[in-house]
């Protein structure tokens, strides 16, 4: 999608770019048709709207972003925190809290 949209808008990407975009769309074809035994493979139709929303979210990012980004950012965050947490509320579901992982989910929370 960003890619599409810079085109559009008359980018052209380099070579690198280009390389880049082809290999994130070779790898989301190859993850789509690799089964794991242990989760349901994904239908194209998911992919295809996983890949159309996380474009349009970093595309509405860099449209939104301006001169100072940070607060687009924490716009993005709260939003995200807020939906996660409707999305709790309403399915409520059950959490199996493991003390001995619980450095690990702080340390992944604090970077993301």
Do not use: C, H, K, N
């Not at 035994?37 to 194209?44: C, F, G, L, M, Q």
């Not at 474009?55 to 925190?81: E, H």
């Not at 619980?102 to 992944?108: E, K, M, R, S, Y």
Request: aromatic share 6%; net charge positive; glycine share 12%.
């Amino acid at each position: 999608m960003p890619v599409a949209a810079g085109i559009v808008q008359g980018d052209r990407p380099g070579a690198l770019q280009a390389l880049g975009a082809t290999a994130g769309i070779a790898g989301v074809v190859l993850v789509t048709r690799e089964p794991d035994p242990e989760w349901r493979t994904a239908s194209r139709t998911a992919v295809g709207l996983a890949a159309l929303g996380f474009g349009t979210f970093f595309l509405g990012l860099d449209i939104s972003s301006g001169p100072r980004p940070a607060w687009t950012i924490v716009a993005a965050r709260t939003g995200g925190v807020a939906t996660l947490l409707v999305a709790a509320a309403f399915a409520r579901p059950a959490v199996d809290a493991d003390r001995a992982r619980a450095p690990a989910v702080v340390l992944i929370a604090a970077g993301s």
